[in-house]
């Protein structure tokens, strides 16, 4: 008996010591699991506290519309931004302040879903903003900030919190904006006496200082504003309204009849955006001379431009009168401008060859001059009426050389452009004229094979012409910008693939200075279904982008246009029945070419703004810590 107490006793001692071990590798296992959840969720939490910090700074730039309507009424239009702050030094503690407020107001908390695993909350301080840098065209500043992201992840005691601060400057870019910015500008939106109808559709930013129109549903990609407080809508019989046929809404939709798709949003009470009519450095670009002089070029200097002086045959002291013709602006061997012609044109074709040159066609009476820009060699010859008249080196191609002038991709006309048009077409397109229907059967992108480029890739090039421009035709690129990376576009079209870090640079602005650019009827017809690419521009009062005989030349499908229109006051392109159906004209689309972006590309010597513009925000940060 003593020996079996004996036993139990060991018995029950090994098994109370395999407890007590178990007991504590079991709470040493628990430990471990409760430590190795901890750190993994403190690296979850500054996983998500670095998420913040790169959310701040997408923030800074992603602030810039709130931060131009904050810093727009505190500029001063009158300095001289040579000189002069355009923000004056008395303002630059409340605009430290009022970005602080935009940042901490709206983007103080990551988006939901932004953070798989965890949170982020962000807090800015934006301290000592001031001047940096002061030119002509141009101002930037620059402001210091402090960001500090708080990273969380889990709940409760387990749950894990890190934060991390990063202290950087941050600088805003002042510029005068090129018009082609925009997708389409206009000062009088024309909203009293028509509307844009369900069908119209903008896919990039769109501003009217006054007088929108709506009806249906249009839709606007992209943000639409007016220096208005509200706009005009509109109702038709039997839409489901009653009342007048059109009322003021200080809002954004007069159900069930118009409700427009602002996708968005509308700004209304917005700074109006004053319209340049001046074309002055168009001229002198043209000339070669330097395109910032907006003063008139004399008669005399015109002359001597044109090498016309040749004593004692013609003398540019004594008789500076030009006459009519078409010039290549060059010093007899080298081109030395862009293209000048002195009186009215009946026609001006622009050809793209698809194997690197750029044909001009020019028509002024009986006489008929050929301009071929060869960019593969880099010269350009010059025919009238089938005889040679010059071969030079170099092309007038780009921008004009600011405070110089050189060569430069400008067509200057002193009078009217009867017929502005491609090469035309080689059949007819594969869609009708009805809207909505058959005309919806032609693409956007890329346009149709049977629309033969007018623009070569490497073409940059600005039409401007005193009076008025007729259009009679399809003005397309060669190389279509929307699918520069689309391998199936580029199979068939090779020219058009980009090497490493290469853009697509070719573009077209179209300019009247005194008058309408008009979409012709007669003596020609424009075709059915028009394709416009480039940036239309007829600023002095009351002219815009006209269709003649708008309401009587029959339906004509669609209008469509890729990269902007900028307008005095909006015309009538097309009339509709009460169901939205085209009757006649065109119904109009607007294609944003997104290269115009913050006037990334805009076409050679185009006007800009009169007044400074936030161009950019470029946050940078100097340091980082973790606490």
């Not at 001059?369 to 350009?380: E, F, N, R």
Request: with cysteine; proline share 7%.
């Amino acid at each position: 008996m003593r020996r079996q107490g004996i036993a139990l006793i060991a018995v029950l001692v090994v098994a109370a010591v395999m407890t007590l071990v178990g007991g504590i590798l079991f709470m040493g296992t628990v430990g471990d699991l409760r430590q190795t959840r901890h750190t993994l969720q403190t690296a979850q939490a500054r996983a998500a506290a670095e998420a913040g910090l790169t959310y701040a700074r997408y923030a800074m730039e992603a602030a810039r519309p709130a931060i131009k309507s904050l810093i727009a009424p505190k500029m001063n239009l009158s300095a001289n931004p040579a000189t002069e702050w355009i923000l004056p030094e008395a303002e630059w503690g409340s605009i430290a302040a009022g970005i602080q407020a935009i940042l901490n107001s709206n983007y103080g908390t990551l988006p939901s879903g932004a953070i798989d695993q965890g949170g982020a909350s962000v807090s800015y301080v934006v301290t000592r903003f001031r001047g940096h840098v002061r030119a002509r065209d141009s101002q930037s500043y620059l402001a210091d900030y402090v960001v500090i992201s708080t990273g969380t992840s889990g709940t409760g005691s387990a749950g894990g919190v890190r934060r991390v601060e990063e202290k950087g400057v941050f600088e805003v870019q002042l510029g005068r904006p090129s018009l082609s910015q925009w997708l389409f500008l206009v000062n009088d939106a024309g909203g009293t006496g028509g509307f844009f109808p369900t069908g119209s559709v903008f896919n990039g930013p769109v501003h009217a200082n006054h007088n929108w129109g709506f009806w249906g549903r249009p839709v606007f990609k992209d943000v639409i504003s007016t220096s208005d407080d509200g706009a005009w809508y509109w109702h038709l019989s039997g839409d489901g309204c009653t009342g007048s046929s059109r009322v003021w809404v200080r809002g954004d939709s007069r159900p069930p009849c118009t409700v427009p798709d602002f996708q968005k949003g509308f700004l209304r009470s917005q700074p109006v955006i004053p319209l340049p009519t001046s074309s002055l450095s168009q001229q002198r670009a043209a000339l070669g001379m330097d395109p910032s002089n907006t003063s008139a070029p004399t008669a005399k200097e015109i002359c001597f431009a044109l090498r016309l002086h040749n004593p004692p045959t013609k003398n540019c002291n004594s008789n500076p009168s030009v006459p009519d013709g078409v010039y290549l602006v060059n010093d007899g061997i080298q081109v030395k401008g862009g293209i000048y012609v002195q009186g009215n044109l009946n026609e001006l074709v622009v050809e793209a060859t698809g194997t690197g040159q750029q044909i001009y066609r020019f028509t002024q009476g009986s006489n008929t001059w050929v301009i071929t820009v060869d960019y593969i060699s880099g010269t350009t010859t010059v025919l009238k009426n089938g005889n040679p008249q010059g071969a030079y080196t170099g092309v007038p191609n780009g921008p004009a050389p600011l405070g110089t002038g050189g060569p430069t991709g400008q067509i200057y006309v002193t009078g009217t452009i009867a017929s502005l048009r491609g090469p035309g077409r080689t059949g007819p397109l594969p869609c009708g004229t009805d809207y909505p229907g058959s005309s919806d059967l032609c693409p956007d992108h890329p346009p149709p094979g049977q629309i033969r480029p007018a623009l070569s890739k490497e073409t940059q090039l600005h039409i401007t012409a005193v009076g008025k421009i007729g259009l009679t035709g399809d003005l397309v690129y060669e190389c279509d910008p929307t699918k520069a990376t689309d391998p199936t576009y580029l199979a068939g079209k090779p020219r058009c693939a980009l090497g490493a870090g290469e853009k697509l640079s070719t573009v077209l602005g179209v300019m009247s200075q005194t008058d309408n650019i008009e979409i012709e009827n007669s003596p020609i017809k424009a075709p059915d279904n028009l394709y416009l690419w480039g940036s239309y521009l007829s600023g002095s009062p009351g002219k815009g982008l006209t269709v003649e005989n708008y309401s009587g030349r029959g339906k004509q499908g669609k209008l469509r246009l890729f990269g902007g229109l900028i307008q005095s006051t909006d015309q009538l392109r097309g009339t509709i029945n009460p169901s939205g159906a085209l009757t006649s004209g065109y119904m109009e689309t607007y294609d944003y070419d997104l290269r115009f972006a913050d006037s990334a590309l805009a076409p050679p010597n185009f006007p800009t703004v009169t007044i400074f513009d936030v161009q950019k925000i470029l946050p940078t940060p100097l340091s980082f810590r973790e606490f």
